[in-house]
């Protein structure tokens, strides 16, 4: 039970080049590249001479009619005609990238893979992020599931793990996908809301299905608004089997935790966002691997050894229900990064085709119910888009060779030379592979019981999990669930249904249930509908998910300038963010050259600002950083704008900077007592404000690798920025009193 082995040559190339280098070179023989020496031809390829006038009966006095002889401009029209393919039903809107995957550590205990087994390989990937519910023109930053899909291209054949960034689904069989998609969709009578579950329908189903209840309290956390594709985990969600060659079955979860830390937007934050910049986060994940700060996540297994399943209070073929950690420990065997941007949209991200039927040898089903549908629907909804020979495409194709007598059909690529095309045959040629030659092996199976449109009796339990996940949570991520049901809830304008959800809060808990009935106008719960079991699990809020050293990589700083700004602070700041691998944003009061105090404005002696005060928003930010200046900071007292960037990012819980006279600024901008500001050469932090009133060279000088623990500007700067939202602001109820 083994697959063909690697001979020794390809084990040093791989060790050498890497495997990923066999997918782009792939796609690079079925690219091409804009030229100037390029001219324009049909899609038969003969040159023409215009691109821009119809071919037509004419005279210098009069236009006449268009001849449909021109078969250019007919085939130009026809083509753009038929651009637009079916968009996915869900995950419509997504963003993608390729990257390689390796292996530190062997599975071979559990598994005969290879992509899982073999160290030397580093295995070719793309993944595609996506949200869930809106179309492919709705906003990047709206409160849903996030899809987070990976196609490795393995050796043996495509693997793919079609995931979310949440570890459990809202239902358990896939006969209720229908139902959940129309439901969670925008309503039927008036195609309202875009891309949003705060309307009566989802609530009414979720409500109607218990099964749902520790999923919708996962959609309500902070885990539905991540700050970046970047952040986020993901998970398989489903339970698949690993087969070791001695035939041992382990039923296996798969989980992708980044490197960066698991962090989120708030949500008045994200709601301004799908204003402003609606493709914030395609956006955010083509800027860091351009700049070089590739996204990385850790790839980890949990195993349950056939035989041990039946040992936990719920079912393990339940996607309604995670492992916890406590019981199954996730073991981290590998890392995957993103380091190379598409370089055609629709070719490749929006054609990604993926399946969960996609495994490998050494990998396989279970009976999970979810799984099994999905696996199913799948393969159906690429025939949909694609067309019967969408694993042809260059994204989807293999890496391995395809073999088979699978013909014809529309959009057929591959030529295939010979005089039969089934099996057997008389020559025998192209014949099934033997388990030594890397066959894929469906190990035997009992299977007992009763055909009938039922589950098994752990599958009915649906309040333990939902009450260990909300328990779990810090009391910041607590705080922002109420707030999100109390949101979503008031979108509700069916009395039955906000009342419904007031009474099904209080089966996970009672204050929770209150405080939500309270804001949403249901019926306060006067006692909790059942007990909750006071269990808490590690890593289920997401303040426990975060990177082993604080890093500031790849974190977005807007530096807020004007004419006379103080060029020493600047800077220190930004070689200090540079340094660090964070990205430094000047914006000033307009996008054309600014200049320092005490230069002549001359051009060549300013700086050239990325965006002016009304043309980025605060909410596209990590942190913001005002030097000081005394006319810059006069102009600045003057501007609203910036007074409102200063308030909007306080009120958002980011880190802020100021130093020298931008001080004066800060405490005008805030306005609170209870936050203090420098007045002397001393550092001040106060919830998450840095500031400085006077700049001496010891404020200046540290070396950005001591950052972490030092005590001048530099570095409570850096650590504010690190930290990535100062929450005790929030706990103590300072940004609610701070308008912006």
């Avoid at 023989?29 to 001479?49: E, F, N, Y």
Wanted: proline share 5%.
């Amino acid at each position: 039970m083994s697959t063909l082995p690697m001979s020794a040559v390809d084990k040093v190339k791989n060790m050498v080049s890497g495997e990923k280098g066999r997918k782009i070179a792939q796609l690079d023989s079925v690219t091409r590249t804009l030229s100037k020496d390029d001219r324009i031809t049909t899609d038969s390829g003969v040159k023409q001479q215009t691109a821009d006038e119809w071919l037509r009966v004419t005279r210098d006095d009069k236009i006449g009619p268009m001849l449909l002889e021109d078969s250019y401009s007919r085939e130009k029209i026809h083509r753009f005609d038929h651009e637009r393919i079916p968009e996915r039903v869900v995950h419509a809107r997504g963003s993608g990238a390729f990257g390689n995957f390796r292996l530190f550590e062997s599975a071979e205990d559990v598994t005969f893979a290879p992509v899982l087994t073999d160290t030397s390989r580093e295995t070719p990937v793309f993944v595609r992020f996506s949200t869930v519910q809106g179309s492919k023109g709705s906003a990047d930053t709206v409160r849903d599931v996030r899809g987070f899909a990976v196609k490795f291209y393995t050796q043996e054949g495509n693997w793919d793990i079609v995931g979310n960034n949440i570890p459990v689904f809202f239902i358990q069989d896939s006969i209720k996908f229908p139902d959940f998609v129309h439901a969670v969709k925008p309503e039927p009578h008036n195609e309202v809301p875009q891309g949003q579950s705060a309307h009566n329908n989802f609530w009414d189903f979720v409500y109607l299905h218990e099964e749902a209840t520790h999923m919708f309290m996962w959609a309500m956390s902070d885990r539905a608004i991540p700050r970046s594709f970047r952040m986020m985990q993901g998970f398989g969600v489903n339970t698949f089997t690993l087969i070791n060659k001695k035939g041992e079955r382990h039923f296996v979860k798969f989980h992708f935790t980044p490197t960066l830390g698991v962090h989120s937007l708030v949500w008045d934050e994200a709601l301004k966002l799908g204003g402003q910049d609606p493709d914030f986060h395609r956006k955010d994940l083509w800027e860091a691997i351009e700049n070089g700060a590739f996204p990385k996540w850790k790839f980890g297994i949990q195993t349950i050894p056939e035989g041990k399943e039946h040992d936990f209070d719920f079912d393990v073929l339940d996607a309604t229900k995670l492992w916890p950690e406590d019981l199954i420990p996730v073991r981290y065997i590998g890392e995957m990064e993103l380091n190379r941007n598409v370089d055609e949209f629709f070719t490749q991200t929006e054609q990604a085709a993926f399946c969960t039927a996609h495994m490998v040898p050494g990998i396989g089903h279970s009976d999970d119910p979810l799984l099994q549908g999905r696996s199913f629907s799948y393969f159906d909804t690429q025939l949909s888009r694609l067309g019967i020979n969408w694993q042809e495409l260059p994204i989807n194709k293999p890496v391995c060779p395809v073999m088979n007598f699978n013909r014809d059909g529309q959009g057929r690529h591959t030529i295939t030379k010979g005089t039969v095309n089934y099996w057997p045959n008389r020559f025998d040629v192209r014949s099934p592979a033997t388990l030594q030659e890397g066959a894929y092996l469906d190990p035997p199976q009992p299977v007992e019981g009763v055909k009938a449109r039922t589950k098994s009796a752990k599958f009915r339990e649906h309040f333990n999990q939902a009450q260990l996940f909300y328990n779990s949570l810090s009391p910041p991520e607590k705080a922002h669930l109420t707030a999100a049901f109390a949101f979503e809830l008031d979108h509700c304008d069916d009395p039955i249904v906000y009342e419904r959800l007031s009474q099904r809060l209080a089966d996970i808990d009672l204050e929770l249930a209150q405080n939500v009935a309270e804001m949403v106008g249901g019926t306060k719960p006067s006692k909790a509908g059942r007990p909750n079991h006071g269990k808490r699990a590690k890593n289920l809020s997401q303040t426990e998910v975060q990177p082993k050293e604080l890093t500031i990589a790849s974190r977005r700083v807007a530096i807020i300038i004007t004419d006379g700004f103080d060029k020493v602070i600047f800077d220190a700041i930004t070689t200090m963010l540079k340094a660090s691998s964070a990205l430094p944003f000047i914006i000033a009061t307009r996008r054309s050259e600014i200049f320092p105090a005490g230069v002549e404005k001359k051009a060549g002696n300013g700086i050239m600002p990325d965006h002016h005060l009304e043309g980025q928003r605060s909410t596209a930010f990590d942190a913001i950083f005002v030097p000081g200046g005394a006319k810059s900071i006069e102009t600045l007292k003057k501007s609203g704008r910036a007074i409102h960037w200063i308030r909007e990012a306080f009120g958002h819980l980011k880190a802020i900077g100021a130093s020298e006279e931008a001080v004066d600024l800060l405490t005008q901008a805030i306005a609170l007592p209870a936050v203090k500001t420098s007045s002397n050469d001393k550092t001040v932090e106060s919830y998450g404000v840095v500031t400085i009133a006077k700049i001496s060279p010891d404020s200046l000088r540290e070396a950005v690798t001591a950052i972490k623990e030092g005590s001048g500007f530099l570095q409570q700067f850096w650590n504010q920025i690190a930290q990535h939202r100062n929450f005790a602001r929030e706990l103590d109820g300072l940004n609610s009193q701070v308008a912006y």
